[in-house]
């Protein structure tokens, strides 16, 4: 595609304005002015501080939950487990069937809201500490830095000619890279068939080829995204990236700079004293501790993922000159506009959050969750599914009876094997022919046919209306009752 | 992003993924991948074999799809 074809041509950067304290969030505003200029590989500086330190928090949060769920045993089984095979998904105490689609679609309904009213009221905050995309380049950033060395380290080794030492970092940074990529995948894989099954095919060198190449995909997947693309990801292909302007309103909560009390900014050089100077010493760190790059000054732009580091950095800067923190900080556009680089009493704070927008997420929110809990509580933790068998619809049989022969498959949705007894009704005179009592094991189903008689003399010919009870033997109250039809051929 | 042919394929196969990846839960979660035929003849593919195909073969329609698009919008006459 030619640049003049991209979607959202990029004003100059010149045409920018200078010192605007909100920008509205706008297409890409690159320092090269070029949307697809080729990329300039960033190379961010580490950083210590509160933000950091939150930021860590959620990758181990997020990924002990991640590599470890995969292990945790529950009632026998894998606590969390969608099993393809059987086409049974596992949530802990939880079994969702194919029948029960809606609860998993009521489950991303329930997350999407979740985004959304995150995202009104915090901003990008989800970006910035829990999406796998930046999870996932904290860490391979984390071997980077223990392998190749800081910042500084890594351009000077980007720029040296290929040596021995060249060649062994990037090794090790690769392997390393490599080897926490196909973990991930293999836990990845671990999550649709049993993760001890699937060990114990790898370590003997048995596992499937679908089960391998999924793994190596997804690690391929892990590998590139996180240690090659990074924040291209987010500037170019994530949806939710180009979908927040919507989401946002001038009280969602942005990473901002105080241009009021920084500018003008510059060095405070001696003899200069006496020159109203701002409080930014324009130290660069808050652009080189950007994991995408930007300067956070030109105010709020599309790529910034709301990381905070820039917060940690700026601080950092003003605590050594003995100057408050906060220079740069989390604030909103409505506390900009009134002139405030934060909102200061928690009055402002609570009618930052309590606005129209975030309560209709939240009512929708409540109402969509109540409706999913009441709906998983009343649940009947039986299934019944009644198929006519095709190849034999209808016969004449002994003693002048029609016989008409059911597939059942029953489903016992509870974590403990169930005694049913099935009867039906609805059709004077009919009757079960052999086996009403069926046991059926915790979580499984079966399948049964069903053989169900009546005097052909009493029955018009035609189709005729018949019910199934089935009963739970140990609990009343768990029952179905389906419909189904009962020919008579003649 | 590097190259033409680089973003290209970020532009195309990214969206396409995520499209068929949505596209194979739906399908999957009402259809069994043992009741499918194929050509008159019931699947022989093992489940896994068969999810895994129903994929790439979604991934395929929708990324001829975001081609197409991005082609067409290439070719957009300047308004
Ligand atoms: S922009 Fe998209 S990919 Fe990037 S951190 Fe945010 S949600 Fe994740
Ligand atoms: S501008 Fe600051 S908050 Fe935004 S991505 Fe860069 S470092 Fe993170």
Redesign the interface.
Same mark, same amino acid.
């Given at each position: 595609?030619?640049s003049?074809?991209s979607?959202g041509n990029t004003p100059p950067v010149a045409a920018a304005p200078k010192r605007a304290r909100v920008i509205p969030i706008a297409e890409v505003v690159s320092d090269d002015g070029e949307l697809?200029a080729?990329?300039k590989k960033i190379q961010p500086r580490s950083i210590k501080g509160r933000f950091n330190n939150v930021r860590w928090a959620m990758v181990w949060i997020t990924q002990l939950v991640f590599y470890g769920l995969a292990w945790l045993p529950w009632n026998g089984r894998q606590a969390v487990l969608f099993d393809? $095979?059987e086409?049974k998904f596992y949530i802990f105490g939880l079994v969702l069937w194919?029948q029960d689609?809606v609860f $998993?679609s009521l489950l991303l309904i329930i997350s999407a809201l979740g985004l959304f009213l995150v995202t009104a009221v915090a901003g990008r905050v989800w970006c910035g500490y829990a999406c796998p995309q930046s999870v996932y380049t904290e860490m391979f950033m984390w071997i980077e830095r223990r392998i190749e060395g800081d910042r500084s380290a890594r351009m000077k080794l980007d720029a040296a000619p290929m040596s021995l030492r060249k060649f062994s970092l990037r090794t090790a940074k690769h392997g390393a890279w490599a080897t926490l990529a196909l973990w991930t995948g293999f836990t990845f894989v671990g999550y649709f068939?049993p993760i001890r099954e699937v060990a114990a095919e790898v370590l003997t060198w048995s596992a499937?080829s679908?089960?391998i190449?999924?793994m190596l995909f997804y690690a391929a997947f892990t590998y590139v995204f996180a240690g090659h693309?990074r924040e291209?990801v987010c500037?170019?292909?994530c949806?939710y990236a180009r979908f927040q302007g919507v989401m946002f309103d001038p009280d969602s909560l942005i990473v901002s700079y105080d241009a009021t009390r920084g500018e003008p900014r510059g060095s405070r050089r001696k003899g200069q004293e006496g020159k109203a100077i701002g409080d930014c010493v324009d130290c660069e760190w808050c652009v080189q501790v950007c994991p995408t790059g930007i300067d956070i000054r030109k105010g709020l732009q599309y790529e910034c993922i709301g990381c905070a580091l820039c917060i940690d950095a700026c601080d950092q800067v003003m605590d050594k000159l003995g100057r408050p923190r906060g220079l740069i900080a989390y604030s909103t556009e409505r506390a900009q506009l009134a002139g405030k680089p934060a909102h200061e009493s928690w009055r402002e704070v609570v009618a930052h959050i309590v606005r129209p927008r975030v309560i209709l997420y939240t009512s929708l929110l409540a109402f969509i969750v109540s409706g999913f809990a009441w709906a998983l509580l009343t649940r009947t933790p039986v299934k019944m599914n009644i198929m006519r068998d095709r190849a034999s619809l209808a016969r004449e049989v002994e003693g002048g009876k029609i016989e008409n022969v059911y597939q059942l498959r029953i489903m016992n949705t509870s974590e403990a094997p169930r005694r049913f007894l099935l009867e039906i009704e609805g059709l004077p005179g009919a009757a079960i022919e052999g086996q009403r009592e069926i046991e059926v094991e915790a979580a499984g189903s079966r399948d049964i046919p069903m053989r169900v008689q009546v005097d052909a003399e009493s029955l018009t010919p035609g189709s005729h209306v018949i019910y199934f009870n089935l009963q739970a033997v140990d609990a009343p109250d768990v029952r179905v009752h389906e419909k189904a039809s009962f020919m008579q051929p003649r | +992003?590097?190259?033409?042919g680089a973003? @290209?394929f /970020? @532009?195309v196969s990214?969206?396409s993924f +995520?499209v068929a990846a949505a596209a194979e839960a739906v399908f999957f979660?009402?259809i069994?991948p043992q009741e499918l035929y194929l050509l008159g003849e019931p699947v022989g593919f093992?489940?896994? /074999?068969t999810?895994?195909i129903g994929f790439f073969a979604f991934w395929g329609v929708t990324g001829a799809s975001s081609l197409l698009t /991005?082609w067409l919008?290439?070719k @957009?006459p /300047?308004r």
């Open positions: 595609m030619s003049n074809a979607p697809y080729a990329r393809l $095979l086409r194919p689609v $998993l068939t499937g679908w089960e190449f999924w693309m291209q500037k170019y292909m949806p | +992003m590097p190259g033409g973003r @290209l /970020a @532009l990214w969206p +995520m979660s009402v069994n093992s489940p896994v /074999a999810y895994s /991005a919008a290439e @957009l /300047a």
